[in-house]
């Protein structure tokens, strides 16, 4: 079981499922970064990803890569627009408020979400197919390995990229890095920051979406997997560094890959793990690994 | 936050207030005698009622008074209960040693952990406070052969003396108590020094305070507090379940103090005991609502966040200041 | 001042209203029989409450309309506890005492059943378990006012254990939740697996945390031990979502893989499920022979446009047995129906069963079968060459029983 061969195996396994983790927790990163607020709700967002793409690809009724590529261009703009109106209506007017009323806010969408998620799509597990060419496997160094977890292997690494081009390379990704840092700043020269604030809020929700999608070919999904997937994405942002999305990104690999080698060596320590790697960090650098110390 | 030290107004008149409430809680149960099995009901409730409002006092006193926002609240809670459960069960002590030793363990636990979280501030404390909460919530899970993992312990054995009527009031009698003390507390040099790190911990670390050290003792104090509750509702449940140690269960005092006021001593205790109401009578009311409970709880906390942000104190605070403003 | 006693006046009148609900039900109390239900509706207590919901409705419907019990209607006051115990707890306490129900309906989650209970208990009034299967139901957490129509985790795990054990089989996996379930069913599995096959060998075992979305590292650990039967304690959402994930390393080509297929995950999977698995399951629709059953299936077909899952079947089972214990009493009280339950014979869908004395644990065995498509089911696969492995060959006997229990005094 020791063999390098076997080790890779659960290596590129950790790795996929490392990002979907990330293109999870990314989202719940930048809205904090930016809005300061730890939403509760973002894995009730989530879980309703999954379940749209449920419902449309039962619309498509195919297996193909195609009907797939659909709903990964569908669902996380459905979101988005929820998370539209979930921030103009609710969201911008907390902004000034205590933490912790912000939180009683997002807990209360928990409720409010879950059950119209609930009374929407009823309470069956679901199953979303993987597309034809996903389905089956590859075989590498004489073993199988699932050909959807190679998919992930290469979306993640492309919306890591395209959010990294988004944010260091676009109008909008500058100010909405002001926004973390320099918020005051931002609104004195003139930019609409209540602007930037949805926006980033309905990127936060695009990428809770398209986590959604990703985890519904995945797994099989019902209504605790949001409740189920919150805790582990703090864990990850706050491992990263809360508000940084490079640091999310190595977070949810440590996550990823921590847990699918501790799984197999220590099996019962599987289910701490992420808590004793959050308690550590914040015990050490309780800034995380790639954020920057509270001004 | 207000930075006004009269956000703990202590008058003549709140002392006739306190009285008045102290005699209703003592009649309450007598009242309820007399409604039959509806009343034995309601008994049972009014004690999980005043049990969990001291968990929620309890937080309160690191959230409110302390300023610091514990997300892992629930982990003296459980420990006390399980405290309790094991003594009790499976070691065969008595109802009062038990009783006590929870929540001296649950301050131990405390200890050990606050250790590590009054080092952050903010957000990191609240985060690291959730991590091991939920650290032990986890370990409890996986000790089944002691802990019973989430099938819990159950069957705890219930002394002949406590009658629900006589466990109301031994429960309230101790809740009572721990309010005093609490009060007594906040109103000590001790409570003062506090409040201080609460409003300025620059300051109160220039003039020589060790602002850690403070803020450890009182996080110790609410953590045994804490225990004490868990212990008083396993008694009541007769069982421990991992439930207790959950982090939604370290919510449940987070939303008591939002809803009834976290600026005022008795806020947290008004804020829980509303909660509770509201979750159960919500389930009584009409047979349609029941499978939609939680969209009806998350609308009224949406509305408490909108548009009463100050809790029910503060709505009474301010309704009692426009009266006294002159016409 | 006014203002004041406006308030006052507010106050009492809400305070007379909550009260108010009350003496006007007891004047109804005399007309229906209330059966109390702590459901859980929640996360993935939802699945089964759909079904639970629809057998229940449909019983109370059929019963009503030829005569209720001993001529009294019955009436179905439902609560959720949220798989939450202490909730649970309440929720019980406030369906006796509040709402003056006669019977409790028990839970999904076996933590909120182990505390409804105990509530049944204490007020002495019947409750029985459909769903939620723990073995301490029955056995340390006895009491007379109980009984249950599901086939426990005991009955489960040496049922298959028994059913394996005389298959030439000898290198077996394991995989079950890091819970107690997985635990109990794992350690029933394993002993009954050693007693009927001594040269059995459990190869490899994995223990996936409770809320794992992700076997990609226990499916190789497990493949690399090459195990010819994998045995799972996974259920429902966690077992769709392993198999889904075990297709593509190739798992089915080599190894069966032996779980509880009940209907809801079948139908969760669809044609993704792979064939020739050999599972079982508690109460399968399709492969129960009675009439009764036929007939159940239709009418529940033709009302609600879809097959009853287990969980469906065995709360309306539950039910039958409550009408036949209180025809068998000749009275709808609690105390003396919990008397008519001891050794109660009941025509259930799954055939003529009956409620053994010492436990009240119905001699329910478990069906075992090899997942295969059907022309019949377009949307799902189902087992077939069913067999029942009978509760009397696995259950503990009542010697077991008494000695667990003098262990274990409550």
Redesign the interface.
């Known amino acids: 079981?020791m063999n390098l061969q076997?080790m890779l195996?659960?290596l590129i396994?950790?790795l996929?499922?490392g990002m979907v983790l990330f293109i999870i927790a990314s989202g719940l990163s930048l809205v904090f970064g930016v809005l300061r607020v730890?939403n509760f709700a973002h894995g009730s967002l989530y879980m309703i990803g999954a379940f749209l793409a449920f419902s449309l690809s039962s619309l498509f009724a195919g297996k193909t890569l195609f009907a797939f590529l659909m709903l990964m261009l569908l669902v996380p703009p459905a979101v988005a627009v929820l998370g539209l109106g979930l921030e103009v209506s609710?969201f911008r007017?907390?902004y000034r408020?205590?933490?912790?009323?912000q939180?009683?806010?997002t807990?209360?969408?928990?409720?409010?979400l879950?059950?119209?998620t609930?009374?929407i799509w009823?309470?069956?597990?679901?199953?979303v197919?993987r597309p034809e060419i996903l389905?089956?496997?590859l075989d590498l160094f004489g073993?199988?390995?699932?050909?959807?977890?190679l998919f992930l292997l290469i979306m993640g690494p492309l919306i890591a990229a395209g959010l990294w081009t988004l944010l260091y390379r676009s109008r909008a990704g500058n100010y909405i890095r002001a926004a973390v840092t320099y918020p005051e700043m931002l609104g004195a020269l003139g930019v609409n920051v209540p602007g930037v604030m949805t926006a980033t809020f309905m990127l936060g929700c695009f990428l809770a979406g398209l986590g959604g999608v990703f985890?519904s070919a995945?797994?099989?999904?019902?209504?605790?997997?949001g409740?189920?997937r919150i805790?582990e994405c703090?864990?990850v942002v706050?491992i990263g560094g809360?508000g940084s999305v490079g640091g999310a990104l190595l977070g949810s690999l440590i996550i990823g890959v921590g847990?699918?080698?501790i799984?197999?060596y220590f099996?019962?320590m599987?289910?701490?793990f992420p808590?004793?790697i959050?308690?550590l960090v914040?015990?050490i650098r309780?800034?995380g690994l790639f954020g920057k110390p509270?001004r | 936050m207000p930075s006004a030290l009269e956000s703990y107004p202590s008058t003549h008149r709140s002392w006739l207030i306190a009285g008045t409430v102290m005699a209703v809680l003592t009649i309450l149960p007598f009242v309820l005698g007399q409604l039959g099995r509806t009343g034995e009901y309601w008994l049972w409730v009014a004690t999980e009622m005043v049990i969990m409002a001291l968990f929620s006092l309890s937080l309160n006193l690191i959230l409110g008074f302390g300023g610091m926002v514990s997300f892992g609240h629930a982990a003296f809670f459980g420990v006390g209960a399980y405290t309790v459960a094991l003594l009790m069960k499976k070691g065969g002590v008595g109802f009062v040693p038990a009783m006590a030793a929870a929540p001296l363990v649950s301050a131990l636990a405390a200890g050990v952990i606050g250790w590590f979280c009054v080092r952050r501030v903010g957000l990191y404390f609240s985060i690291l406070t959730l991590a091991f909460g939920q650290l032990i919530f986890m370990i409890t899970l996986q000790l089944y052969g002691y802990t019973g993992g989430d099938d819990g312990i159950h069957g705890i054995p219930r002394p002949v003396l406590l009658t629900p009527l006589s466990y109301y009031l031994v429960c309230l009698a101790l809740v009572a108590g721990s309010y005093l003390l609490m009060r007594f507390l906040t109103k000590s040099p001790f409570g003062l020094t506090i409040r201080m790190t609460r409003e300025n911990p620059e300051r109160a670390k220039f003039l020589g305070i060790n602002v850690k050290g403070y803020q450890l003792v009182n996080f110790i104090i609410a953590g045994g507090f804490a225990g004490l509750a868990g212990g008083l509702f396993t008694e009541l449940n007769r069982f421990a379940q991992t439930e207790f140690l959950h982090w939604s269960k370290s919510a449940e005092p987070i939303f008591a103090s939002l809803v009834g006021g976290m600026y005022s001593l008795i806020g947290p205790a008004i804020g829980s005991t509303v909660l509770i109401f509201l979750k159960i009578i919500i389930q009584q009311i009409h047979q349609g609502l029941v499978e939609i409970w939680g969209i009806i709880l998350g609308v009224i906390l949406l509305g408490v966040v909108l548009f009463m942000p100050e809790g029910i104190v503060g709505v009474y605070e301010k309704i009692r200041a426009r009266r006294r403003r002159p016409q | 001042m006014k203002k004041m006693a406006l308030r006052l006046f507010g106050i009492a009148a809400v305070i007379i209203a909550v009260m108010g609900i009350v003496p006007a039900e007891q004047v109804r109390a005399e007309e229906v029989i209330k059966i109390g239900w702590i459901a859980d509706m929640g996360g993935i207590g939802a699945s089964f409450y759909k079904s639970q919901k629809e057998g229940i409705e449909m019983f109370i419907e059929e019963t009503n309309a030829s005569g209720g019990f001993m001529g009294k209607k019955l009436e179905l006051v439902i609560r959720d506890s949220d798989l939450k115990a202490d909730v649970g707890a309440n929720l019980a306490r406030e369906l006796i005492l509040n709402e003056k129900c006669e019977y409790l309906i028990g839970p999904t989650s076996s933590a909120v059943a182990l505390a409804a209970t105990k509530v049944a208990k204490e007020f002495k009034k019947v409750i029985f378990f459909h769903t939620s299967n723990t073995e301490k139901l029955t056995t340390t957490d006895f009491h007379p006012y109980m009984f249950q129509v599901v086939p426990n985790t005991g009955i489960e795990g040496r049922g298959i254990a028994y059913f394996l054990a005389q298959k030439p089989y000898k290198n077996y996996g394991y995989i079950g939740l890091d819970y107690a379930y997985g635990h109990d069913q794992h350690d029933a599995f394993k002993e009954s697996l050693l007693k009927g096959n001594p040269n059995a060998k459990i190869v490899a075992e994995v223990w996936p945390k409770t809320d794992e979305k992700n076997y990609g590292s226990y499916i190789p650990t497990l493949m690399a031990q090459n195990p010819e039967v994998i045995y799972s304690s996974l259920w429902g959402g966690a077992l769709s979502t392993f198999i889904k994930q075990a297709i593509p390393y190739g798992l089915f080509k080599k190894t069966t893989l032996s779980s509880l297929y009940d209907l809801d995950m079948l139908r969760a999977m669809g044609q993704e499920m792979p064939e020739n698995l050999m599972g079982y399951t508690r109460c399968p629709f399709y492969a129960v022979n009675t009439p009764q059953m036929k007939v159940f299936v239709d009418k529940y077909h033709q009302k609600f446009k879809e097959w009853p899952a287990d969980w469906a079947i065995m709360a309306y089972d539950g039910l039958l047995v409550l009408k036949k214990a209180v025809d068998t009493a000749g009275s709808t009280d609690s105390e003396k129906v919990s008397k008519a339950l001891d050794g109660l014979k009941w025509t259930s869908l799954r055939g003529e069963r009956y409620i053994r004395a010492e436990d009240h644990m119905a001699n329910v065995g478990i069906y075992v079968g090899v997942s295969a498509k059907d022309s019949r089911y377009k949307d799902f696969l189902i087992l077939k060459d069913v067999v029942e492995v009978p509760a009397e060959k696995v259950w503990m006997s009542v010697d077991e029983i008494k000695a667990l229990r003098a262990k274990n005094p409550q």
């Open positions: 079981m076997f195996f659960i396994n950790g996929s499922q730890i609710l007017r907390i408020k205590e933490h912790l009323l939180l009683l806010l807990y209360s969408l928990v409720l409010i879950d059950g119209l609930r009374i009823g309470g069956q597990i679901r199953n197919p389905a089956g496997s073993l199988f390995f699932p050909s959807y977890n985890m995945l797994a099989n999904i019902d209504l605790s997997i409740m189920e805790i703090f864990a706050v809360l847990v699918a080698f799984q197999i099996s019962r599987a289910l701490v808590y004793v959050m308690a914040l015990i309780p800034w509270e």
